[in-house]
Nanobody, 121 residues
Framework: QVQLVESGGGLVQAGDSLRLSCAASGRTFSWYSMGWFRQAPGKEREFVATISRSGGGTYYADSVKGRFTISRDNAKNTVYLQMNSLKPEDTAVYYC??????????????WGQGTQVTVSS
């Protein structure tokens, strides 16, 4: 089992930045690729970014490419999502997940509870 706890969400204005963190406990963190997903009200959960076990590989949704950066610190069992130039359409609950490298939610076995990000215009 892997337990994931997200933090760092909040209310910001368009153009601002936020950094989300996801702390993992349980099984060895470095065994898992990590992903970030988000779900806006009335919409399905969507892929945001993923990072490989070593951190050497990353992949982003087109909607966040160039604005968001995923990173991880295996010594701290933590994955991060740096979000810059935030837009109102980035408003959602953001979830981190542990599993296999990829953009499908089906590739992830463990999920956090989520952290709310709200971007005002």
């Amino acid at each position: 089992q892997v337990q994931l706890v997200e933090s760092g969400g909040g209310l910001v204005q368009a153009g601002d930045s936020l950094r989300l963190s996801c702390a993992a406990s349980g099984r060895t963190f470095s065994w898992y690729s990590m992903g970030w997903f988000r779900q806006a009200p009335g919409k399905e959960r969507e892929f945001v970014a993923t990072i490989s076990r070593s951190g050497g590989g990353t992949y982003y949704a087109d909607s966040v490419k160039g604005r968001f950066t995923i990173s991880r610190d295996n010594a701290k069992n933590t994955v991060y999502l740096q979000m810059n130039s935030l837009k109102p359409e980035d408003t959602a609950v953001y979830y981190c997940a542990a599993g296999r490298y990829g953009s499908s939610s089906e590739q992830y076995d463990y999920w956090g509870q989520g952290t709310q990000v709200t971007v005002s215009s």
